[in-house]
């Protein structure tokens, strides 16, 4: 069953439920079949988590669409997407924060977030540090005329915001931004999908063993190791393919792409857990919100532009 702070399968898996729903209530309440409403209408297909599975397919393909066109076509419409996305998500975590009392300031937020991506698009790692320094200082002297009460948790929230969202996503950027951009944020971007893939299907078929019941109770160890092997395979093929790599270089950064991913998807699940929420939002049908599509990104591609920028010099 779904919990607050769970979005259900992705890197980790999934440990089935080893009893069925309860079905006590009124006697005179009639069951109502897995194939229809109350009402009689068939019922949304619907993944173990409870997710709307066809609403959920048609929405991450779209999002994927939009992603690989904008790196094939016209690679600086990548950065449009990479800010738009940021800037998004940065809204979704500071209204989530709201429910813990804290209310960061979304002026310098928003505005530091989209100067610290788009200087790592025109300077690199050094404008990508700087405009964080620069939206964190902002943010400070902003808060300052809200007066002393709460100085500490906002400020706080907000710079955990920044570093969380703009800071970690600009690295996307930093990877679009190489000669072969587009190969490297696509083989970074196939290593997470079929991280999520493998480990919801090892999950599936042979999750027993929960990894992080207090944090995410549906991920598994069964569902990890599913992920670090799907992993590992697509990156030895995928970066023998882009980048004419020794299958081993592959299915090392696929394995440790894999591993930032999972540790991203239960930081996540951890925040959402501490907030008390299910999902950072109801933005995109079939996800939650689009904080809740981002949780396993953010933290692989940093990894992933350390690695690649190691093995392909």
Known sequence: ?????????????????????????????????????????????????????????????????????????????????????VGIASVELSRAMHRSGARPPLVPVLAGGVAIVVAGWFAGLTGLVLGLLFTVLATMVWRMT???????????????????????????????????GHWRVLTMLAVVILSDTGGYVAGVLFGRHPMAPTVSPKKSWEGLAGSLVAAAAGGAVGLWLAFSLDWWWGALVGLLVAGA???????ESLLKRDLGVKDMSTLLPGHGGLMDRLDSILFAAPTAYLLLMVATG
Do not use: C, K
Not at 41 to 70: C, D, E, F, K
Not at 149 to 160: C, F, I, K, M, T
Not at 261 to 267: E, K, P, R, S, T
């Open 261 to 267: 991913a999972v540790v991203g998807d239960l930081a």
């Open 1 to 85: 069953m779904a919990t607050p702070g769970d979005r259900g399968p992705t890197a980790g898996g999934v440990v089935p439920d080893p009893t069925p729903e309860s079905t006590t209530g009124p006697a005179s309440a009639p069951p109502v079949g897995p194939a229809s409403h109350p009402s009689g209408s068939p019922a949304p297909t619907r993944s173990r988590a409870g997710r709307n599975l066809p609403a959920a397919i048609v929405v991450g393909g779209g999002m994927a669409g939009v992603v690989v066109a904008s790196l094939l076509f016209w690679r600086p419409a990548f950065l449009a997407v990479v800010v738009l996305a």
């Open 146 to 180: 809200g007066g002393p009460a709460g100085y500490q948790r906002d400020v706080s929230a907000a710079v955990l915001i920044v570093m969380y969202i703009p800071f970690l996503g600009g690295f996307a950027t930093l990877l679009a931004t190489a000669p072969d």
